[in-house]
């Protein structure tokens, strides 16, 4: 949220508006006075790192009623306020809509009380609103993703990643629950990201007799060899007759049935605060530049909008269609309508539903088919390449092919080292760093004839190469090579994999995320650590080659004076302007503790 008001500031100031951050919400509304506060450039450095919102937030019975939205009309008239950017929840948004179509009668109302003149009333006839989303459920529809969502799962997975370590330790089950008393987003999507044994949701009931599906999954993963069983819960989940499931519950069935060393860890409020993540910060700035221009291009007849993401894009859709869909949702989960709550919820949601079970659980009774997949990681590590391979390894299984692990990339692929993966090989691979098959920058140019004798050899009829460009390259040699080569005329696919983000086809390749997370908590640290000094500036230097994404993408997160990227040249007269902004910043702000960082490509520069 933070970083949505410090980006709805700036931009605001930069194209030439008065911007006001009212405190404590819609409270601060009605109550006027002190709670309504003119922005200036600066009221809004270093917030971008922070959780929670800086200008607080509260819940306010008053604006409900007419009284309160008088008040509040009658506060913003007399800042001559026209435009009302609301962060918040689909109440929130709701709230806002109905003040803005109350709107000409609040005016004529307070007209009528002697309390503005009838100029102001026809000067501020007007009130635009703008909406951005912040729920760390992901529960509104018309959005890829809400402010604060991204966040709540990374709180989430360090909690799961550590308790992982203590579980294998003393071979125990855990049983985590976390938020969604309404939406299991954050429980389907964590479930998803650590590989969970079970996953109990509201949009989707497990069917009668689950207590025993469970229990015989739970086992049949302690006899494959696992030492540790993660169960994972959303707080509002039910079971197909409406019945709530607690994770008091579970944890009850688990110890009754096998006697299995298991505890309960619930999350709560800690999946809402923290520092933010990198995609949160620079997800909640794109909205809040889209949102001031929204307002800005608003006309009197312009329909009050909220910005979401599709597509990693900024939109602007209606509010109050987004509104009744997200109702839709609630009314089909009351009428038991689950399988329609599920697709209501979006593709996105439904695509992970079927993902998470599709992987979590093998297939009995598979037909075996005639084809031969081989999977194998090329150039550099990258965060997510174990994930994928496990994603592949699983899919393919499930539908009954031949499934070949390819260890240390083309090269491996040419030495023969190769093994077989069974569902069980890959258990455990999603929070893995790095590549656990190995990885090599080797084309296969250097060893054609021995890559094809091998692909002969065992049979292979399909290749999966996770990689960055020289997976690219390499798939590319393989398939120019085909005229020579008949082994070579079989479906090849590449999931980009590189941090540097530098590969076409795909707005994220695998690992960049992680990087841009890694990058930013490194300058966050460097933030904290000069606290207590002045006059401080930091040169930070990040990997990207000849590709500047990390080094933008990071910029935006922590905030950063400028960015030097390779794809935008500059020179001594630029290095020297950005000096003398940063010795002037300098002397006009009087807090300590600001750190001024500069991204730095790490290229050559004049």
Avoid at 177 to 199: F, I, N, P, T
Avoid at 487 to 503: D, Q
């Amino acid at each position: 949220m933070n970083a949505a008001v410090r980006a709805v500031t700036r931009m605001g100031i930069y194209v030439g508006a008065k911007v006001y951050l009212i405190h404590e919400g819609y409270q601060g509304l009605v109550d006027g006075g002190d709670n309504i506060k003119l922005a200036h450039w600066h009221s809004v450095t270093n917030i971008i790192q922070l959780g929670g919102t800086v200008i607080g937030s509260a819940r306010c019975k008053d604006f409900q009623t007419r009284e309160g939205r008088i008040a509040a009309a009658l506060n913003l008239v007399k800042k001559g306020i026209t435009n009302l950017c609301v962060c918040g929840g689909d109440g929130s948004l709701t709230g806002a809509n109905i003040f803005r179509s109350e709107w000409s009668g609040l005016l004529d109302e307070l007209v009528q009380k002697g309390r503005i003149r009838d100029t102001d009333a026809k000067q501020y006839n007007k009130l635009n609103i703008v909406g951005l989303v912040g729920s760390i459920d992901n529960d509104f529809c018309g959005t890829d993703m809400t402010i604060g969502a991204d966040s709540a799962l990374h709180r989430i997975m360090e909690i799961v990643d550590a308790i992982m370590t203590t579980a294998n330790s003393h071979q125990r089950t855990f049983v985590l629950e976390v938020m969604g008393r309404h939406c299991g987003y954050l429980a389907l999507v964590s479930a998803l990201a650590s590989g969970a044994d079970w996953l109990f949701i509201p949009e989707a009931p497990p069917l009668e007799g689950w207590e025993d599906r469970m229990c015989a999954r739970l086992e049949r993963s302690r006899n494959k060899g696992s030492r540790l069983n993660i169960i994972i819960v959303a707080e509002g989940a039910i079971d197909s007759n409406g019945k709530p499931i607690s994770s008091a519950d579970i944890k009850d069935l688990v110890v009754k049935r096998l006697g299995y060393d298991t505890r309960v860890t619930v999350l709560g409020h800690v999946q809402r605060g923290g520092t933010p993540s990198a995609f949160d910060r620079i997800l909640s700035t794109k909205l809040g530049v889209e949102a001031v221009i929204a307002l800005m291009e608003a006309s009197p007849d312009t329909p009050a909008c909220v910005i979401g993401l599709s597509g990693n894009h900024a939109v602007r859709l209606p509010l109050m269609e987004c509104v009744e869909m997200t109702k839709l949702v609630q009314k089909a989960m009351k009428e038991k309508r689950f399988n329609e709550a599920v697709k209501l919820r979006g593709g996105s949601f439904e695509s992970n539903w079927n993902i998470y079970k599709l992987l979590a659980f093998p297939k009995p009774d598979v037909s075996e088919t005639n084809y031969s997949v081989a999977i194998l990681n090329v150039g550099a590590p990258a965060g997510g390449m174990n994930a994928a391979v496990r994603s592949a390894v699983r899919v393919a299984l499930a539908h009954g092919h031949k499934v070949y692990g390819v260890h240390d990339g083309f090269e491996g692929l040419a030495n023969g080292s190769i093994s077989e993966m069974k569902w069980h090989n890959v258990a455990g691979w999603t929070g893995q760093g790095g590549s656990l098959l190995g990885t090599k920058r080797t084309r296969p140019a250097t060893c054609m004839e021995k890559i094809v004798e091998n692909i002969g050899r065992f049979g292979i009829t399909a290749l999966l190469v996770i990689g960055g460009f020289e997976g690219y390259e390499g798939v590319l040699q393989l398939y120019e090579a085909r005229s020579r080569f008949s082994e070579l005329c079989i479906p090849m696919c590449v999931v980009p994999a590189t941090i540097s983000n530098n590969v076409p086809g795909t707005d994220f390749s695998l690992g960049a995320d992680t990087a841009v997370n890694a990058a930013m908590e490194g300058c966050d640290k460097i933030k904290q650590s000069a606290s207590g000094t002045k006059r401080r500036v930091f040169v930070v230097e990040t990997m990207g080659g000849y590709c500047g994404y990390l080094a933008t993408s990071t910029a935006i997160a922590v905030g950063a004076d400028a960015a030097y990227i390779f794809e935008e040249p500059f020179n001594i007269h630029d290095l020297k302007t950005n000096v003398e902004h940063l010795a002037e910043k300098m002397k006009q702000d009087i807090q300590r503790g600001l750190v001024l960082s500069m991204i730095n490509l790490g290229v050559n520069t004049p």
